[in-house]
């Protein structure tokens, strides 16, 4: 009892006090209601330099770090040795994490609509390709094989359409076109109408390209 009448004269004595006490208990409660929990961190994969298109890649292209888990890419890789051997279909800057859609492989068509063909072409200037780059979006144009009297004619097979890989940025197909002659060898996506046009098509003409602005 002689100990809360002690208190209480002492909170009598220092009120100034004790109300700056209490102001800040609660400003201290609030900011911790305020700031949210720390935030769940996963373990990805990003390259550890920048990587061309074409690496070949290998388990010290690429080095660990934690992010918030509602900042990990959708199909982010998280087994280096998933990695190695791979070919990139589109370079990766320092730091930034790889997906299926970066290797070269059936994954260059992740995201496309559904029957979305990767379809080769090879075309009949190689060094035209170097224009080209992934994303890119082209016309394709066939121009029929004729005799030496008579004009040849050219039409519209596909387009636009956009670029999934081409042989001028290094590296080769291997198995996934099941060729080792890549020379002048573009990847496009093409919906099943334009692929039907295109498969073949080199057999019939010479395969060109126009290049499409987006």
């Known amino acids: 009892m002689g100990r809360r009448r002690r208190i209480g004269s002492w909170i009598t004595r220092n009120r100034r006090l004790t109300v700056a006490l209490l102001l ?116 394709v144009v066939l121009t029929a094989a004729g005799s030496y009297d008579e004009s040849r004619e050219t039409q519209i097979l596909a387009g636009p359409v956009p670029v999934l890989w081409t042989s001028a940025h290094g590296g080769k197909a291997g198995e996934w076109l099941g060729t080792s002659d890549t020379e002048g060898l573009v990847v496009v996506a093409a919906d099943p109408q334009q692929a039907e046009k295109l498969a073949g098509a080199s057999t019939q003409g010479k395969l060109f390209f126009v290049l499409v602005n987006p």
């Not at 070919?87 to 990766?92: D, G, R, V, Y």
């Not at 730091?95 to 992740?110: D, K, R």
């Not at 496309?112 to 009949?124: D, E, I, W, Y």
């Open 24 to 139: 800040c208990l609660a400003a201290g409660i609030a900011v911790q209601q305020l700031t949210p929990a720390s935030e769940l961190r996963i373990s990805v994969m990003v390259a550890a330099r920048d990587l061309p298109t074409g690496t070949t890649l290998t388990e010290a292209d690429f080095t660990r770090v934690g992010v918030p888990q509602d900042l990990a890419v959708t199909g982010a890789l998280s087994d280096g040795g998933a990695l190695t051997g791979r070919q990139l279909a589109a370079p990766l800057s320092r730091g930034q994490i790889p997906t299926e859609s970066s290797l070269l492989g059936p994954g260059l068509l992740t995201g496309s609509p559904v029957g979305t063909a990767a379809v080769p072409l090879r075309m009949a200037d190689p060094s035209s390709i170097q224009l080209l780059s992934p994303g890119q979006l082209v016309t």
